[in-house]
């Protein structure tokens, strides 16, 4: 996202006491010669939800690695466009939990997909715009094949482990619902997602179709996928249940201060001569020799990035600057060009960023972290 911070400065618990404690509507306190309005009893099927959205902003979630204007709020719903692909996390990690959100997709025709997050570690996993965790899918208009479908798949992802309540038909880590309750394109769906144990059961519109258990993470982020379609969701609340106390290999890994640096659409925040580098796919590559230099200065902290060349790449070296301090990259000699690799780069030098490339180099999930001040 360039040099902008998605991060928010209050947490959602604040904003759910001042709104109980300061009512909008409350201008005095009644006399005692006037009828004191009632309220309406909270029945026990709502009894310890606390909305996760509040409605207005996106108060309480964190946009990782997408376009600042990917994700939106209008109308009291959360807006995903749908590009680049990635993910908005809430600030804080759960662990046991009932989740109610309602979802809609726009495209009446065409593939329209996204997805909720559940137990994901805060950044993405190397060389993908996805987190690790366990998908509950959210797709309309997908073709007819046998091993998903459009009506609730719950599934793990990108390292995530776990045991679907159905054998999948290919062997996969994911369950396929047990029967079709998605509405199309323009209808809004109600998925209600409880989380107990690393064990997920997913109802649709108000029944129990899929489910997967024996979770690794079983504890970690939630978060709203955006990927290629606009996707709207409202009425998102949450209740959560007791710890069953998971081992700290059973829990995501926790944020640790990186912000990312590039919104994975446009050249923003980044400088180089015209045409030398182009986005494609949520990744920089460079068609050339031309360095990219951050607009912005950094320093000291920690740059973490991912990264590739070309299979055929005879070049298996190069190097980037951080202010004037120069630091080397290369692929082992026993390993092949072309798998993503993850760099983390300490440095107490302070400066633009600046990638010397060589042909073909692709470059993705950009992240900063700042050394604490002093």
Same mark, same amino acid.
């Given at each position: 996202?360039?040099?902008?911070?998605?991060?928010?400065?209050?947490?959602?618990?604040?904003?759910?006491?001042?709104?109980?404690?300061?009512?909008?509507?409350?201008?005095?306190?009644?006399?005692?010669?006037?009828?004191?309005?009632?309220?309406?009893?909270?029945?026990?099927?709502?009894?310890?939800?606390?909305?996760?959205?509040?409605?207005?902003?996106?108060?309480?979630?964190?946009?990782?690695?997408?376009?600042?204007?990917?994700?939106?709020?209008?109308?009291?719903?959360?807006?995903?466009?749908?590009?680049?692909?990635?993910?908005?996390?809430?600030?804080?990690?759960?662990?046991?939990?009932?989740?109610?959100?309602?979802?809609?997709?726009?495209?009446?025709?065409?593939?329209?997909?996204?997805? *909720?997050?559940?137990?994901?570690?805060?950044?993405?996993?190397?060389?993908?715009?996805?987190?690790?965790?366990?998908?509950?899918?959210?797709?309309?208009?997908?073709?007819?094949?046998?091993?998903?479908?459009?009506?609730?798949?719950?599934?793990?992802?990108?390292?995530?482990?776990?045991?679907?309540?159905?054998?999948?038909?290919?062997?996969?880590?994911?369950?396929?619902?047990?029967?079709?309750?998605?509405?199309?394109?323009?209808?809004?769906?109600?998925?209600?997602?409880?989380?107990?144990?690393?064990? *997920?059961?997913?109802?649709?519109?108000? @029944?129990?179709?899929?489910?997967?258990?024996?979770?690794?993470?079983?504890?970690?982020?939630?978060?709203?996928?955006?990927?290629?379609?606009?996707?709207?969701?409202?009425? *998102?609340?949450?209740?959560?249940?007791?710890?069953?106390?998971?081992?700290?290999?059973?829990?995501?890994?926790?944020?640790?201060?990186?912000?990312?640096?590039?919104?994975?659409?446009?050249?923003?925040?980044? @400088?180089?001569?015209?045409?030398?580098?182009?986005?494609?796919?949520?990744?920089?590559?460079?068609?050339?020799?031309?360095?990219?230099?951050?607009?912005?200065?950094?320093?000291?902290?920690?740059?973490?990035?991912?990264?590739?060349?070309?299979?055929?790449?005879?070049?298996?070296?190069?190097?980037?600057?951080?202010?004037?301090?120069?630091?080397?990259?290369?692929?082992?000699?026993?390993?092949?060009?072309?798998?993503?690799?993850?760099? *983390?780069?300490?440095?107490?030098?302070?400066?633009?960023?600046?990638?010397?490339?060589?042909?073909?180099?692709?470059?993705?999930?950009?992240?900063?972290?700042?050394?604490?001040?002093?």
């Amino acid at each position: 996202m360039a040099t902008h911070r998605m991060l928010s400065g209050a947490t959602l618990g604040a904003v759910l006491l001042l709104s109980a404690t300061f009512p909008s509507d409350v201008i005095h306190p009644a006399t005692a010669t006037e009828e004191r309005p009632t309220s309406k009893p909270e029945s026990a099927a709502d009894e310890g939800f606390v909305p996760l959205f509040n409605g207005r902003d996106l108060q309480g979630w964190v946009n990782v690695n997408c376009h600042p204007n990917t994700f939106f709020v209008k109308n009291g719903e959360i807006i995903t466009t749908g590009q680049p692909t990635g993910f908005l996390r809430t600030e804080r990690m759960y662990e046991n939990f009932i989740l109610d959100v309602e979802w809609m997709h726009v495209n009446k025709k065409d593939i329209a997909n996204s997805g *909720i997050f559940v137990w994901g570690d805060p950044l993405p996993a190397v060389g993908t715009p996805y987190t690790r965790a366990i998908e509950v899918q959210v797709l309309i208009n997908y073709p007819k094949v046998d091993w998903a479908t459009n009506h609730g798949d719950v599934f793990a992802i990108h390292g995530a482990r776990c045991v679907p309540d159905r054998p999948h038909p290919r062997g996969y880590m994911r369950c396929l619902p047990s029967e079709e309750r998605v509405k199309g394109g323009g209808e809004w769906n109600h998925y209600r997602i409880i989380a107990k144990d690393g064990a *997920i059961k997913l109802h649709v519109n108000g @029944k129990e179709v899929s489910g997967v258990s024996q979770c690794i993470p079983r504890k970690g982020y939630l978060a709203l996928e955006s990927e290629g379609a606009e996707c709207h969701f409202k009425n *998102i609340r949450i209740k959560e249940l007791p710890s069953s106390h998971p081992k700290p290999e059973e829990v995501a890994q926790t944020w640790q201060g990186h912000v990312s640096i590039f919104n994975g659409l446009t050249l923003e925040g980044w @400088k180089t001569d015209n045409g030398q580098w182009k986005v494609s796919g949520g990744s920089l590559i460079s068609t050339g020799n031309v360095p990219l230099r951050s607009a912005a200065t950094y320093g000291p902290g920690e740059l973490l990035f991912d990264w590739r060349l070309p299979a055929n790449s005879l070049q298996r070296q190069w190097h980037l600057t951080i202010g004037d301090a120069r630091y080397e990259v290369q692929i082992p000699a026993e390993e092949k060009a072309d798998p993503w690799r993850r760099h *983390i780069i300490r440095t107490n030098s302070q400066g633009p960023i600046t990638f010397h490339p060589v042909t073909g180099l692709q470059l993705m999930n950009l992240f900063w972290k700042p050394s604490p001040s002093k």
